[in-house]
């Protein structure tokens, strides 16, 4: 069985007010149950259990790795006094520095994502998608990092299990599908990873869709290469604005939902929630 230790020090003080939830601070790799020649989740168990070894040699006295091996994704914003997501500039594929690296942790500037979601965030009911959704009580800069989507991660074949279930007893979807393409040549292969928050995970659970999203989601690697999900603001998101991504942005996501009306009220509002069917093995 799987033991993956992480070394990260996450601080997250959010829960659910749901008992039958049980609240994870990072992704967690689904329990198998009887299929022990089952080699997709034998795969998925070595990759769980993996640590990335690339780190840096940054060493500098002042904040470093803003140009290392790993940097360049994020930048200081003074006005705000934190380290956002340089939205315009930003690769790709994004991966923290870890306990892989020389620098200094409370000087690096390329540890975001692992020190855990943002202060302020708040579970409401939302009069918009008549369901919970999720705010921050404070102004988020663009680029801030929010939370993570966190929850188990699955197989191909434990997802389609849980999608034909979840169909059947529940009105809504909590299973993301992110791809991560070959867009610059550093992947072989487009790799998918598949999380669901349904019974084990964060805050991230609660955000809803829109079709004019104020929030976007990125793969962020740390010291495992199954990426973290990552919710960033796309614009600067104003106190009580509910936080919402977009459930099929281009190619790389999908958060499969039945073919149902989308609540979300912009103006390019498509009417109806992103629909697609994945392809299972
Ligand atoms: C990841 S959950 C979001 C949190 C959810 N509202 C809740 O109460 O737990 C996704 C589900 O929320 C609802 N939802 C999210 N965005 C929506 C939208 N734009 N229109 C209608 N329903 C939406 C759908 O039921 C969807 O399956
Ligand atoms: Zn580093
Ligand atoms: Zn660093
Ligand atoms: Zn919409």
Excluded at 59 to 81: D, F, P, Q, V
Aim: aromatic share 8%; with cysteine; net charge negative.
């Amino acid at each position: 069985m799987s033991e993956h230790k992480s070394s990260l020090n996450i601080s997250d003080f959010y829960e659910h007010e749901d008992v039958s939830l049980e609240y994870i601070m990072e992704n967690v790799l689904y329990v198998e149950k009887k299929d022990d020649d089952d080699s997709e989740f034998q795969h998925l168990e070595r990759e769980y259990n993996s640590i990335l070894l690339n780190g840096c040699d940054c060493n500098s006295e002042k904040i470093n790795c803003i140009k290392c091996l790993h940097g360049r994704n994020y930048k200081w914003l003074s006005e705000a006094t934190e380290l956002v997501l340089d939205v315009d500039k930003c690769e790709d594929l994004i991966y923290e520095c870890s306990s892989a690296c020389k620098c200094d942790p409370s000087k690096c500037s390329n540890r975001l994502v692992q020190n855990g979601p943002r202060a302020g965030l708040k579970v409401v009911h939302s009069n918009i998608f008549k369901s919970k959704g999720l705010i921050s009580s404070e102004l988020i800069p663009r680029g801030g990092f929010i939370c993570e989507y966190a929850g188990e991660i699955l197989s191909f074949k434990e997802a389609s299990k849980r999608l034909k279930k979840y169909e059947q007893i529940l009105d809504k979807n909590y299973i993301l599908f992110m791809k991560e393409w070959n867009k610059n040549q550093v992947l072989k292969n487009p790799i998918t990873t598949i999380i669901d928050p349904t019974q084990k995970g964060n805050i991230g659970r609660y955000i809803n869709h829109s079709c004019d999203p104020n929030c976007e989601i990125r793969c962020v690697r740390i010291d495992c290469p199954i990426p973290k999900i990552a919710v960033f603001a796309k614009r600067d998101i104003k106190a009580g604005v509910e936080l919402c991504f977009h459930y099929n942005g281009g190619d790389e996501i999908l958060l499969k939902v039945q073919r149902r009306l989308c609540l979300c009220r912009s103006a390019n509002c498509s009417g109806y929630m992103p629909y697609a069917n994945i392809e299972l093995p």
